[in-house]
């Protein structure tokens, strides 16, 4: 069974930093990222990676967050920096799984950028 636990979110002024973790257990991942959805908006793709560390980002966040995985500890991270408040928006792990390709999705983290 596939668990995905994200911690990390909060409240930051526009210009401050946040870093997200996802933790998967259940099975093997061959990608691992992050999907937001601002209210009223569709949820979008933030940022995903590869079990070999291919990574791609949508471009309006390219430069200011980072995702990085330990395979060992089956846990993605975003370091979300220079943040905006367009950055606001429930932020989403997701995983996609080796044995069958099926992906699964966090219960989501709020993140909130005031100006």
């Known amino acids: 069974q596939v668990q995905l636990v994200e911690s990390g979110g909060g409240v930051v002024q526009a210009g401050g930093s946040l870093k997200l973790s996802c933790a998967a257990s259940?099975?093997?991942?061959?990608?691992m990222g992050w999907y937001r959805q601002a209210p009223g908006k569709q949820r979008e793709l933030v940022a995903t990676?590869?079990?070999?560390?291919?990574?791609n980002y949508r471009d309006s966040v390219k430069g200011r967050f980072t995702i990085s995985r330990d395979n060992g500890k089956d846990t993605v991270y975003l370091q979300m920096n220079s943040l905006k408040p367009e950055d606001t928006a429930v932020y989403y792990c997701?995983?996609?799984?080796?044995?069958?390709?099926?992906?699964?999705w966090g219960q989501g983290t709020q993140v909130t950028v005031s100006s």
């Open positions: 259940g099975s093997i991942f061959v990608i």
């Open positions: 997701y995983v996609v799984r080796r044995l069958d390709f099926n992906n699964y």
């Open positions: 990676i590869t079990t070999s560390g291919n990574t």
